[in-house]
C-alpha cells in the first residue's frame, strides 16, 4: 500500500467512524460494528506501517503538498508506529468490551463517536511532525476525553471530570505558551528542523529554560509528581470500558511527547534536563504513585495511583538516556499499556460480578470465577513485575541500564517500588479475589448480590483473554519484542534519519537554510 | 533437550492436573508421582558422568540483547539438589494424593505442586543469573498460592501474602545483586562466572553483592530476622509444608550461598555474617522450637534450625564444614520430611496436632510409629542412624576451625541439646502412654500416608550404617563444585574415641535432661519471654511496618491528593514557577534593557487597565464585579493586540471576551452570592503566586524576544499565499490550507465541545452540577477511610 495512505488512514478512518456513527445515532449495534471496523482498521494499517518502516525506514507524508518545514507532516518512525499498534490493539479490546459494557444511554448520546473521536486526537499526536499540531491533537484528545468522562452524568463523573478539564486546560495553557517561545526562538514549528535549529541556539540555557514548559505540560498529561492529581480524581468515575481506553493510552500520550521532545528537541544540556530535572521527578513519580496505591481500597482508585508510578519507570528510561534505557521505556511503554487496560477492563467484570469496585465489599471472585482469577493474576503480577512477566523484562531493562549508567539511586527507587507494587496487587487479590475477612462491614455485604453470569459478561472476558495473551506473547518472546524497542530506541539516540525522512536528503543536515536561499535565489515560483 | 524436558516436565504437568484430574480418583497421587519419579529416573543417569568429572550444559538464546539464554548446567552440586528435588518430590506427590483424597480442589493443588516442583528444579539446574531469578520468583509465587490454598481461613491468607512479601523483597535485593554481579564478571552465565576466581572480591562492588545475595537468601532461607514467615507458613497443608517449607523451597537460600560460595566467600565479611547469623538463627530457634506444643510448630522452628546450622556451615567455609553442610541437606531432608509426613497422617487421623493432647497412637498407627521412631533418632544423632554421621562432622568442622571454634562448637553444641529433646518430644509424645479420648477414635492411615516416611526411614537407617555408599557418587562431585576445587570425601560410621565422639555424648545426654525438665522450663519466665520477643514478635514486628507504611501512605496522599481543585492547580502553578525560576537560577537570565522611555500615555493607561483589573479580583467579593475586573483586563489586551498590527486577533479576542462575559454573568446571576470569601492570608498567598506566575512568563517572554528572530515562515507564506494557495489574505491561507491540518483538529473540538454539551444537557437532566461540591466531600471521605 501507498505510504502516504497509511499515514493519513489511522486520522481518517476514526474520523470517518466518528461521523458515521454519529449519522446511526440510534442504531447501536451498527455502531458498534462501526467501532470495530475503525478501531480494527487503525490496527491494520499500523501493522502496515510497521511493515514499510521495517522495509523503507522513517516515512513522512507532507499534508496538503506542502514542504516541510512550511507545511504540516506526518511523520512514523519506530516509536510512533509502536504507540499506534499498541493503542488499536486497546482500541480493538474496548471496542468488544464496550458493547456490554456501555448502556443504551450512553450509547445514544455518542460514546462511540467520542470513542472514535479521542483515537483520532491519540493517532494524530503520534503522527504529526509539527509541534503546533501535536498541541491541536491534545486538544481534540482533552474534549473528547472530558465528553467521554462527563458522559453519564453521575455526581462522581462531574466531579472528576471538572478538575480533569481545569488541570489540563493548564497543561494546555503551559504547552501553548512553550510552542509560542519555541518559535520565537527558533522561527520554526517543524519538529525536525527544530531539531536541527534549536540546536544553534546561541543562548543554550534559554532552550533548556522554554523546555520546562514542556516538562511541566506534558508533565501534567503524563500525570508525573507533583502534577497528577486530575487523573486519581477521574478514572474511577466512567465505566469500566472508558477508563480501560484512558488508562492504556492517554497518560502515554503524554510521555509519547515528553520523549519526543526530549530526544528530538530538548537535547541541548543532559546533564539538566535529563540526569537532574527528570531523573528526580521519575524517582519521586514512583514513590508517591506506589504509596497512593497503598492508601487506596476501590479497585480502580488502587490501579489509578498505580499508572502514576509507572510512569515514573518510563520517564526514568528517558532520564538516564543511554540507549539501553531507551529501549526500557519503549518495552515499558508497550507491556504497560496493554497491563494497565487489562486490568482496569477486569475490574469491570469484577464489579459486574461481585456488584462494586469497593476492596471492602468485593470479595470471594476466586471462588466463583477462576477464570477471572487467572485473568487477573497475570497482568497483575506483570505490573509487580514479576518474572517471567512482561513487566518483568521492561524492569530488567531499566534497572540493568541505570545501573550501567550509574544511577543506582533511582535503581534502588525502582526495585523498592516493585515490591510495594507487589503489595497492591495482592492486596486486591486477598481482599477481591480471596473468601472475605470478619470484616464488620462484611456482614452486610452479603446483601449485595452476587450477579449472575450472562452472555455480556462473558463476551466481556474476551478481550481480557486476548490482551492477557498478550502480555504472555510479551513475556514468552521478550527477545524480539525488545529488538523492536531497540530499532525504536537507536531512532531517538540518534535523530539523524528522523530529520533526513523529513526534510529530505542533501538540504536537511548542514543547513537548514539552504532550501529557501535557493528559492529566493532563483527568484522564480518553486512548485512546492 | 532431556535436561529441558525434565525441567518443563513439571509445567506440562500443572497445565493439565485441573482439566484430569476428575478422571484419576484414587489412584491421583501415585500417577502423578511417576513424574517426578520419572525426572529422578532421567537425572540419575548423570550421577556417573558427573563423577566422572564431567558438566553438562544447554542453551536457548531467550532475550539475545539482554544475555538471557534459557540455559541448565548439570554439574556436582546442581545435581545433588535436583535429585533431592525430585525425589522427596515423589513421595510428597504420592502422600498428598492420599492426604487430600476427595478434596475438591485436589487438580488444583498438583497444578501448584507440580508447578512449584518444575520452578525449584529449574532454580537449581539454571545457569543464567536472570533465568535462576525466574525460577527463584516462580518458588516464591508457589509458594503463595500453596500456603493459601485452604483460603477460607484469614491466617492462612496473612501467612500466604506474608511470605510472598518477605522472599519477594529478598527476591529483589537477589536481583539487584546479581546485576551488579553482571558489571563485576561480565558474564550472567553462572557456570562461567564460577571459572572468574577472584574478580567478584576484588570488585568494589563485593560488599554490595554479598549484602544483597544474603537480603535474598536469608529471607528464602527464614534467617534471623527474617524466619517469622516460615511457622506461619504452616498453615499450608502438611504435604506443602513437608516439600515447600522444611525439605527444598527454603533450602533455595542455601543454595544460592552454595553455588556462589566459590566466589562470594573467603573474606571476613562472609564469614562473620554467613556464620554468625547462621549460628545465631540455629540456638535460637532450636531452643525456640521447645516453646511449642503444636507438632508443626515444633517442626517449623527445627526446621529454622536446620537452615541455620547450614547457613553457619558455608560460612565457615571449610571443607570439613562444606562436606557437613552437604550431609546435613540430606539428613535433615529424609527426617524432616518423614516427620512432616507423620505429624500429617496424625493430623489426618485424629484431627488434633497439640503434643499434649496426643497420645497412645503407637497401637494405632504402627508403621507410622516405627518411621517416627527412626527418624527422630536419626534427628537427635544417635549412632547407627544418619543424622548421627551429619552431627560427627558438625562437631568435627566447628572443632577444627581456625578462628571462634569455640564459639562456634558451643553454638552447635547448644542447638543440639535443644534437637535431642524436640525429637524426644516428637517421637514419644504422640504415640507413647494411653490412648486417650482423642487418640482411640483414630483411624488407621491409608498406604499413601506412610509410604513416603517409611522410605525415608529406611533412608535414615541405611545410610547411617552405610555412609559411604554416598561419597564418590554424590558428595565428591557435590563437594567438588561447592568449593571450586578438587575434593574426595570419606563418610565412616566409626571414626574412633575422639573429642567429637565425646560432644555427642554429652548433647546427648543434656537433651535427655531438657526433655524432662521440657514442662517446667517452656513455662518459665525466660523462656516465655524468648517466645514473646523473638517468636510472636518479630511477627507483630511486621504488622507493625505494613501498618505504619499503610498510615504513611494515607496521610501522604490525603496530603497531596486531598480533593480541592484550587490546591491542585496553585500546586501546579507553584511547581512550575519553582522550576522555571530555579532554572533561570541556573543558566543565568538574559533579556534586553528594559526602558520605560518613548511609552505613550495610551500604552501606560492600557497596560495600568490590564494590571488593575486583575488586582482587582484580590479584593473584590461580589461575583459579578470579579468578571468585570476580569473584562477589563480581556478588553485591554485585546486592544493592545489592535494597536500592534493585528487586527484579526483582535477581533477574536473581543468576540470571546465579550462571550466571556455574558456566559459568566448568566450563569452567575443564577447561583447564591458567594457564602465563603478568602481569607486574607489566603488572598495574599494566591496573590504572590498570580505575581510569581505572570513575573515568570514575563521573563520567558523577555528572554526569547532577546533572540533574533529570522522570519521564514512569514516570508514564504507572503510569498506563495497568492501564487500557490490561491488567496490574498495570508492568514486565510494559512489557516485553511498550508496548515489545513490544525484547522481541522479545531473544528473537530468544536464539533465535540458542541455535541458534549448537548450531552451534558440533556442525559440525565436530574443529577445538576451543584452536587460537585458535595461529590467532592464525598471523594475527601472516601479517601480517609
Known amino acids: 500500500m501507498d505510504a502516504d495512505l497509511l499515514l493519513i488512514l489511522p486520522l481518517v478512518l476514526p474520523l470517518a467512524a466518528a461521523v458515521l456513527a454519529l449519522l446511526f445515532r440510534n442504531v447501536p449495534r451498527v455502531q458498534a460494528g462501526i467501532n470495530l471496523i475503525s478501531m480494527s482498521g487503525v490496527l491494520a494499517v499500523s501493522l502496515g506501517l510497521l511493515a514499510m518502516i521495517n522495509e523503507q525506514g522513517i516515512q513522512s507524508f507532507a499534508s496538503g503538498g506542502w514542504p516541510a518545514p512550511f507545511g504540516i507532516v506526518l511523520v512514523a518512525d519506530y516509536l510512533s508506529v509502536i504507540m499506534l499498534i499498541v493503542s488499536a490493539i486497546i482500541g480493538v479490546a474496548v471496542a468488544v468490551y464496550a458493547i456490554p459494557n456501555i448502556d443504551a444511554e450512553r450509547v445514544h448520546f455518542g460514546f462511540y463517536p467520542f470513542m472514535n473521536l479521542l483515537m483520532l486526537g491519540i493517532n494524530g499526536s503520534f503522527l504529526t511532525g509539527d509541534l503546533f499540531n501535536l498541541y491541536v491533537w491534545f486538544e481534540v484528545m482533552l474534549i473528547s476525553s472530558f465528553v467521554l468522562i462527563v458522559l453519564g452524568n453521575t455526581e462522581d463523573q462531574l466531579a472528576g471530570a471538572v478538575k480533569y478539564v481545569m488541570i489540563n486546560l493548564v497543561s494546555s495553557l503551559f504547552f501553548l505558551t512553550g510552542a509560542g517561545l519555541v518559535y520565537g526562538t527558533a522561527g520554526t514549528l517543524n519538529m525536525a528542523e527544530l531539531a536541527l535549529v534549536l540546536n544553534e541556539v546561541e543562548s543554550s540555557g534559554l532552550v533548556t529554560i522554554i523546555s520546562m514548559m514542556f516538562l511541566i505540560s506534558f508533565g501534567i498529561k503524563a500525570a508525573l509528581f507533583p502534577l497528577f492529581f486530575w487523573l486519581p480524581a477521574s478514572y474511577h468515575t466512567p465505566p469500566a470500558a472508558v477508563s480501560a481506553f484512558f488508562a492504556g493510552l492517554l497518560t502515554k500520550v503524554g510521555v509519547y511527547a515528553m520523549i519526543r521532545v526530549f530526544t528530538l528537541l530538548f537535547t541541548q544540556d543532559i546533564g539538566y534536563t535529563h540526569t537532574t530535572m527528570l531523573m528526580w521527578v521519575a524517582g519521586l513519580t514512583m514513590v508517591t504513585g506506589v504509596l497512593g496505591a497503598a492508601a487506596q481500597n476501590d479497585f480502580r482508585r488502587v490501579l489509578s495511583f498505580h499508572i502514576v508510578s509507572q510512569i515514573g519507570y518510563m520517564i526514568m528510561g528517558l532520564a538516564i538516556y543511554t540507549p539501553l534505557a531507551l529501549i526500557g521505556a519503549v518495552f515499558y511503554i508497550i507491556h504497560h499499556i496493554i497491563v494497565k487496560a487489562n486490568l482496569f477492563l477486569v475490574s469491570g467484570v469484577a464489579q459486574r460480578l461481585g456488584g462494586s469496585f469497593s476492596l471492602k465489599k468485593l470479595k470471594g471472585l476466586y471462588a466463583h470465577h477462576p477464570g477471572l482469577a487467572i485473568l487477573f493474576l497475570i497482568p497483575a503480577f506483570s505490573l509487580a513485575g514479576f518474572p517471567p512477566l512482561s513487566g518483568f523484562w521492561a524492569k530488567l531493562v531499566l534497572a540493568k541500564a541505570g545501573i550501567e549508567a550509574g544511577a543506582y539511586g533511582i535503581v534502588a527507587v525502582a526495585i523498592a517500588v516493585g515490591l510495594f507494587t507487589m503489595f497492591s496487587m495482592t492486596k486486591i487479590w486477598v481482599k477481591a479475589f480471596l473468601p472475605g475477612s470478619s470484616d464488620p462491614d462484611a456482614a452486610e455485604n452479603d446483601a449485595t448480590e452476587r450477579r449472575p453470569m450472562t452472555m455480556g459478561t462473558r463476551l466481556m472476558y474476551v478481550p481480557i483473554a486476548a490482551l492477557a495473551g498478550i502480555t504472555i506473547m510479551i513475556s514468552v518472546f521478550a527477545g524480539p519484542v525488545f529488538d523492536l524497542a531497540e530499532r525504536s530506541a537507536n531512532e531517538l539516540s540518534d535523530s539523524s534519519a528522523y530529520i533526513e525522512a523529513v526534510l529530505g536528503h542533501e538540504e536537511s543536515a548542514a543547513d537548514p537554510y539552504t532550501r529557501l536561499d535557493l528559492d529566493r535565489r532563483s527568484g522564480g515560483v518553486h512548485a512546492p | ?785
Not at chain 2, 16 to 28: D, E, L, N, S
Not at chain 2, 135 to 159: C, K, M, P, Q, Y
Not at chain 2, 174 to 180: E, P, S
Not at chain 2, 344 to 356: L, N, P, Y
Request: with cysteine.
Open chain 2, 1 to 785: 533437550m532431556g535436561i529441558v524436558l525434565a525441567v518443563f516436565a513439571g509445567f506440562a504437568l500443572a497445565l493439565v492436573a485441573p482439566w484430569i484430574t476428575g478422571a484419576t480418583g484414587r489412584a491421583t497421587g501415585w500417577l502423578y508421582s511417576l513424574v517426578p519419579a520419572g525426572i529422578t529416573a532421567y537425572l540419575s543417569t548423570f550421577i556417573a558422568p558427573v563423577a566422572a568429572g564431567e558438566t553438562m550444559r544447554v542453551a536457548y538464546a531467550w532475550v539475545p540483547g539482554l544475555n538471557v539464554d534459557l540455559s541448565f548446567y548439570v554439574d556436582g552440586l546442581s545435581l545433588f539438589f535436583a535429585l533431592l528435588i525430585t525425589g522427596i518430590g515423589t513421595l510428597i506427590f504420592i502422600y498428598a494424593g492420599a492426604y487430600l483424597k476427595g478434596h475438591h480442589h485436589l487438580g488444583r493443588f498438583f497444578a501448584y505442586l507440580s508447578m512449584f516442583m518444575a520452578a525449584m528444579v529449574g532454580l537449581v539446574l539454571a545457569d543464567n543469573l536472570f533465568t535462576f531469578y525466574i525460577f527463584f520468583e516462580l518458588t516464591s509465587f508457589a509458594s503463595f498460592v500453596l500456603i493459601g490454598f485452604n483460603h477460607d481461613e484469614a491466617a492462612s491468607r496473612r501467612a500466604a501474602w506474608q511470605a510472598l512479601l518477605i522472599t519477594k523483597a529478598g527476591g529483589l535485593a537477589l536481583l539487584a545483586g546479581f546485576l551488579l554481579m553482571e558489571q563485576a564478571t561480565g558474564t550472567l552465565q553462572i557456570s562461567a562466572i564460577l571459572e572468574t576466581g577472584e574478580a567478584i572480591r576484588d570488585h568494589g562492588f563485593y560488599t554490595a553483592i554479598v549484602l544483597l545475595v544474603l537480603a535474598g537468601a536469608f529471607t528464602k532461607s527464614a534467617q534471623f530476622p527474617f524466619y517469622f514467615w516460615l511457622p506461619n507458613a504452616m498453615q499450608a497443608p502438611t504435604p506443602v509444608s513437608a516439600y515447600l517449607h522444611s525439605a527444598t523451597m527454603v533450602k533455595a537460600g542455601i543454595y544460592v550461598m552454595a553455588r556462589f560460595h566459590p566466589v562470594l566467600s573467603g573474606t571476613d565479611l562472609w564469614f562473620w555474617l554467613v556464620g554468625g547469623i547462621g549460628a545465631f538463627t540455629m540456638v535460637l530457634s532450636a531452643w525456640l522450637a521447645l516453646q511449642y506444643t503444636d507438632l508443626k510448630g515444633i517442626l517449623a522452628y527445627t526446621t529454622i534450625m536446620a537452615l541455620g546450622a547450614l547457613t553457619m556451615l558455608l560460612g565457615l567455609g571449610t571443607e570439613t564444614a562444606l562436606k557437613a553442610c552437604l550431609v546435613f541437606v540430606l539428613v535433615h531432608a529424609f527426617y524432616k520430611a518423614a516427620l512432616f509426613m507423620v505429624a500429617g497422617a496424625i493430623d489426618h487421623g485424629v484431627h488434633e496436632r497439640d503434643i499434649t493432647k496426643l497420645g497412645g497412637l503407637r497401637s494405632k498407627m504402627p508403621i507410622t510409629f516405627g518411621a517416627a521412631v527412626i527418624a527422630c533418632l536419626s534427628m537427635a544423632g544417635i549412632p547407627l542412624f544418619f543424622g548421627f554421621i551429619g552431627k560427627e562432622i558438625i562437631y568435627e568442622a566447628t572443632l577444627h576451625l581456625d578462628q571462634a571454634a569455640l564459639f562456634f562448637t558451643g553454638a552447635a553444641l547448644l542447638a543440639n541439646v535443644a534437637l535431642v529433646a524436640s525429637a524426644g518430644l516428637l517421637a514419644i509424645r504422640p504415640f507413647m502412654g494411653p490412648l486417650n479420648d482423642l487418640t482411640s477414635h483414630a483411624h488407621r492411615p491409608d498406604t499413601g500416608l506412610w509410604f513416603g516416611a517409611a522410605v525415608l526411614a529406611v533412608l535414615s537407617l541405611g545410610l547411617g550404617l552405610a555412609p559411604w555408599l554416598l561419597d564418590s557418587a554424590i558428595l565428591a562431585p557435590s563437594l567438588s563444585a561447592l568449593m571450586g576445587a578438587e575434593a574426595t570425601p570419606h563418610l565412616a560410621i566409626w571414626h574412633g574415641f575422639n573429642l567429637p565422639l565425646a560432644l555427642s555424648g554429652v548433647t546427648v545426654a543434656l537433651g535427655v535432661g531438657t526433655y524432662f525438665a521440657w514442662t517446667p522450663m517452656r513455662q518459665s519466665a525466660p523462656f516465655r519471654a524468648l517466645e514473646r520477643w523473638l517468636g510472636t514478635g518479630l511477627d507483630n514486628g511486621y504488622d507493625h511496618a505494613i501498618n505504619g507504611l499503610l498510615a504513611t501512605a494515607t496521610a501522604q496522599t490525603n496530603f497531596l491528593q486531598n480533593g480541592y481543585l484550587r490546591r491542585y492547580i496553585a500546586t501546579i502553578l507553584g511547581t512550575t514557577v519553582a522550576v522555571v525560576g530555579y532554572t533561570f537560577g541556573h543558566f543565568g537570565f538574559e533579556g534586553p534593557v528594559l526602558s520605560f522611555v518613548g511609552i505613550a500615555p495610551y500604552e501606560w493607561i492600557l497596560s495600568l487597565l490590564i494590571v488593575g483589573g486583575a488586582l482587582a479580583t484580590l479584593f473584590l467579593s461580589a461575583r459579578i464585579a470579579l468578571v468585570a475586573a476580569l473584562g477589563i483586563s480581556g478588553f485591554s489586551i485585546a486592544l493592545t493586540y489592535l494597536m500592534y498590527g493585528a487586527p484579526d486577533l483582535a477581533m477574536t479576542q473581543f468576540l470571546i471576551e465579550t462571550l466571556t462575559v455574558i456566559l459568566f454573568v448568566l450563569i452567575l446571576a443564577a447561583l447564591p452570592t458567594l457564602s465563603e470569601v478568602a481569607s486574607i492570608g489566603h488572598r495574599l498567598r494566591d496573590g504572590v503566586l498570580a505575581v510569581a506566575t505572570g513575573s515568570m512568563f514575563t521573563a520567558l517572554m523577555l528572554a526569547v524576544l532577546n533572540q533574533p528572530f529570522e522570519n521564514r515562515m512569514g516570508e514564504y507564506y507572503m510569498q506563495y499565499s497568492y501564487s500557490e494557495a490561491q488567496g490574498r489574505n495570508i492568514v486565510n491561507t494559512i489557516l485553511v490550507d498550508f496548515r489545513a491540518l490544525d484547522t481541522l483538529g479545531e473544528i473537530t473540538v468544536l464539533l465535540i465541545a458542541g455535541f458534549g454539551i448537548y450531552t451534558l444537557l440533556r442525559l440525565k437532566r436530574s443529577k445538576t452540577s451543584e452536587k460537585v461540591e458535595a461529590s467532592r466531600a464525598s471523594e475527601q471521605v472516601e479517601q480517609l477511610s
